[in-house]
């Protein structure tokens, strides 16, 4: 039985199929370094250059708003930066943050502050005030109100208040239904605390609802359920679907609560806590109410420094080590 055999190929063609697969082997091998590099850039937290490395899906001509919750550990630390420039920094972490953030604020350019707020008085929330004002430029910070029982409560706190008169920085009260900002653009408008006293200083918290385009961020310090509660009764429809939250107490049990979650149903929640903390936060059951209720979850314990970006249309949220 006789069989076929196979003719050689020429010479001149085998050389054209070589070349051929030669560059295709190198063009696979530059995507992929090009979608490393992409990846890595992606991440990256060299602010205020951050801004050239948006990915496409966000508008390149639009002003972007963007909301920094830095990793100070078991505190509380957040740089909202406004469409038109403006910077309101909410909180300073504890007083080992405090030159991390300091460092953070001048090699960044941050230091033209529109407003400080601390948020109530506990030493992880405003410990770190003493090297940031060194470096910063402000003239106004917003406190709890008087009536709310957070005055002076601590003695982090009092030092805090002798420190800004000692610069002429002026100490407004925020209580639910003032604005810090509000513009044709966007909004800065307090949520809370009420004009009353409080047992738990958590919930003299004051909570901040940012909106822009179509977004809405709600920065909510320590607030726990009963501040929960009172804002869901005199906010609910404008609560609805929040984009990002920045969960209550840092991960405790006693914050975003399930009736809370459930009218806000963020898309994208942010908990700033310390890896290891001797609190066990977050605590499962808020993780399953979270998993439950929210889009994406991200911690800075386990994703260091977190971004999120707006364009007022699309956003993004980068992370950082």
């Not at 925020?174 to 006293?197: E, F, M, T, W």
């Not at 049990?253 to 890896?275: H, N, Q, Y």
Request: proline share 4%.
């Amino acid at each position: 039985m006789s069989r076929a055999v196979p003719r050689k190929l020429p010479t001149w063609l085998v050389a054209v199929i070589m070349a051929v697969i030669i560059f295709f082997a190198f063009a696979l091998i530059a995507n992929a370094l090009a979608a490393k590099k992409g990846k890595a850039s992606q991440n990256s937290y060299d602010l205020p250059n951050e801004y050239a490395s948006e990915s496409r899906s966000l508008d390149e001509s639009a002003e972007k708003l963007s909301f920094h919750l830095l990793d100070v550990g078991q505190g509380d630390c957040g740089l909202l930066k406004l469409p038109d420039g403006k910077l309101i920094l909410v909180d300073f972490g504890d007083k080992d943050a405090g030159p991390k953030v300091g460092k953070w604020l001048a090699q960044s350019g941050f230091t033209n502050i529109f407003c400080l707020i601390a948020t109530h008085p506990h030493a992880n929330h405003i410990g770190g005030f003493k090297e940031i004002l060194k470096v910063i430029n402000t003239k106004t910070a917003y406190f709890p109100g008087e009536l709310t029982g957070a005055t002076a409560a601590t003695s982090t706190y009092r030092n805090f208040l002798k420190a800004l008169l000692k610069k002429d920085i002026v100490v407004e009260d925020a209580y639910a239904g003032d604005y810090i900002l509000s513009n044709a653009v966007y909004c800065v408008r307090v949520l809370a605390p009420q004009k009353h006293a409080y047992e738990n200083l958590n919930n003299t918290s004051v909570c901040l609802l940012v909106s822009y385009g179509d977004h809405l961020l709600l920065l909510t310090g320590d607030a726990e359920g009963e501040s929960e509660a009172e804002m869901i009764r005199d906010y609910r429809d404008d609560l609805r679907r929040v984009t990002l939250l920045k969960v209550g107490h840092h991960g405790s049990k006693t914050s975003s609560t399930e009736s809370f979650l459930r009218i806000v149903e963020p898309d994208v929640a942010f908990i700033s806590l310390g890896k290891d903390n001797p609190y066990h936060h977050p605590h499962p059951s808020l993780m399953k109410r979270l998993l439950k209720w929210c889009g994406a979850v991200y911690r800075t314990d386990e994703e260091g420094s977190l971004t999120f970006i707006t364009d007022g249309s699309e956003f993004e949220v980068k992370t950082a080590r």
